[in-house]
């Protein structure tokens, strides 16, 4: 396995999607990538499970029952602590509008599903890379 560590530590991703389904595809993808990960079903499980783990990057759907995708991303950023962290829209809203949404909302970036895996790890490694 390939620890990717920050010191003694796992790389934390907090994976945020209603799909029980992308979540394990998801789950076996990136802990065979040795990441440590968190899961939420909705936007404000989202905002719990960020405040509890402080994960170093965020995979968000957007369209997500409770607060949906959008406004968790609004609420993440307006915390101290999720300033800069990097937020990923994954998400089957992959028009050109939806993704200037994403953006202004704060997410640093836009993938659309399905997700080509590689590219989807990429962005992930150049993302973690860059904000050690």
Not at 18 to 40: H, K, M, T
Not at 101 to 118: E, N, S, Y
Request: net charge negative; with cysteine; hydrophobic share 40%.
């Amino acid at each position: 396995m390939n620890e990717l560590t920050t010191g003694d530590q796992k790389q934390r991703i907090l994976v945020v999607d209603d799909s029980e389904d992308i979540r394990v595809l998801l789950e076996q993808l990136l802990e065979d990538q040795g990441y440590c990960l968190f899961f939420a079903e909705d936007g404000q499980a989202s905002l719990t499970q960020a405040r509890l783990h402080h994960p170093d990057l965020i995979l968000m759907d957007l369209s997500l029952p409770d607060i949906d995708g959008w406004e968790a991303v609004k609420h993440l950023r307006k915390m101290p602590e999720f300033r800069t962290t990097p937020i990923i829209a994954v998400t089957a809203h992959v028009s050109p509008p939806e993704e200037e949404r994403a953006m202004v909302a704060g997410c640093t970036m836009h993938i659309g599903k399905p997700f080509d895996t590689a590219a989807l790890l990429q962005s992930i490694a150049r993302l973690l890379d860059a904000g050690t």
